[in-house]
C-alpha cells in the first residue's frame, strides 16, 4: 500500500541555520503532496502541497518539490526562526479528483535554539 | 469563517464504556475525514464520508468502532467496550469536493480520549 518515510527527529538547529527534512512516498499512481504542521498546543495545519510532478510548493519561506524520479519531497528552509519549532509530517493523498484520505508519515519534531 | 470544531476537548472514561466524539465540519465541506493521533501509531486514518457516497471504512481499527454523518453535516464517531489502547487524539478534518482544493484538509483541535 502507499506508505511515506521521513527523517526521523528531534532536529535540533540554531537560529537562522539551513534546515531539511528529507520524505519519500511510495505510491501506486500520482499523488498529491504535502506538508502538515503542528505547532506546540495547536492543531494540525497545511503548510504547502504540490500536486504533480516538479511541482514546487512554497509558504512561510518554506519550499519542497514534488520529484517523481526519486520519490521524494523534501521540505527545506533557507533560514530558521524560533517560531518553526513545531512537529512536521510528510503526507500523500490518492485524491485525483476527488476527496481522498491522506496517509502520513510519522513526523518530525524541529527545534530552533536561539 | 468558523473551521472545524470537535467536543468534547477532552473526555476520560472508563474501560469498557461507550464514547461518542462530535465533529462540525466547515459549513459547505462535503467530505468529512477522522484519523487519530497516538505516540505509538503516529497519524492514523479511520473513516471518511463523501457527499452520498458509502463512507471508506478501510481504517477502522476493529468493529467496535463506527461513525456516521446526519445530514451531510455534523458527524459521531463511536468506540463501543473502549480499551486502553484507543486512548489517543481523535482528529476530524473537513474538504471540499472541488477543484483545486479538493485534496487539501483543515483540522479541527481534536479530541483527547483517555482510557483508565
Known amino acids: 500500500g502507499d506508505s511515506v518515510t521521513q527523517m526521523e527527529g528531534p532536529v535540533t538547529l540554531s537560529e537562522e541555520a539551513f534546515l531539511t527534512i528529507n520524505c519519500t512516498y511510495t505510491?501506486?499512481?500520482?499523488?498529491?503532496l504535502f506538508w502538515y504542521v503542528q505547532y506546540p498546543g495547536e492543531g494540525l495545519q497545511l503548510l504547502l502541497k504540490?500536486?504533480?510532478?516538479?511541482d514546487k510548493g512554497s509558504n512561510k519561506g518554506f519550499e519542497a518539490t514534488y520529484r517523481k524520479e526519486t520519490t521524494s519531497f523534501h521540505l527545506e528552509k533557507g533560514s530558521v526562526q524560533v517560531s518553526d519549532s513545531a512537529v512536521y509530517f510528510c503526507?500523500?493523498?490518492?485524491?485525483?479528483?476527488?476527496?481522498?484520505?491522506?496517509?502520513f508519515g510519522s513526523g518530525t519534531r524541529l527545534s530552533i535554539r536561539p | 469563517g468558523a473551521g472545524v470544531s470537535q467536543s468534547p476537548s477532552n473526555k476520560v472514561t472508563e474501560k469498557g464504556k461507550d464514547v461518542e466524539l462530535r465533529c462540525d465540519p466547515i459549513?459547505?465541506?462535503?467530505?468529512l475525514y477522522w484519523y487519530r493521533q497516538s505516540l505509538g501509531q503516529g497519524l492514523e486514518f479511520l473513516i471518511y464520508?463523501?457527499?452520498?457516497?458509502?463512507?471508506?471504512k478501510s481504517g477502522l481499527p476493529s468493529d467496535r468502532f463506527s461513525a456516521e454523518r446526519t445530514g451531510g453535516s455534523v458527524s459521531t464517531l463511536t468506540i463501543q467496550r473502549t480499551q486502553q489502547e484507543d486512548s489517543a487524539v481523535y482528529l476530524c478534518?473537513?474538504?471540499?469536493?472541488?477543484?483545486?482544493?479538493?485534496?487539501?484538509?483543515?483540522f479541527g483541535p481534536g479530541t483527547r480520549l483517555t482510557v483508565l
Open positions: 503526507a500523500l493523498s490518492e485524491g485525483y479528483s476527488s476527496a481522498s484520505k491522506i496517509i
Open positions: 459549513s459547505g465541506h462535503t467530505a
Open positions: 478534518a473537513s474538504s471540499t469536493a472541488r477543484q483545486p482544493t479538493y485534496n487539501e484538509q483543515f
Open positions: 504540490a500536486t504533480k510532478a516538479d
Open positions: 464520508f463523501q457527499g452520498n457516497s458509502a463512507p471508506d
Open positions: 505510491a501506486t499512481g500520482y499523488p498529491s
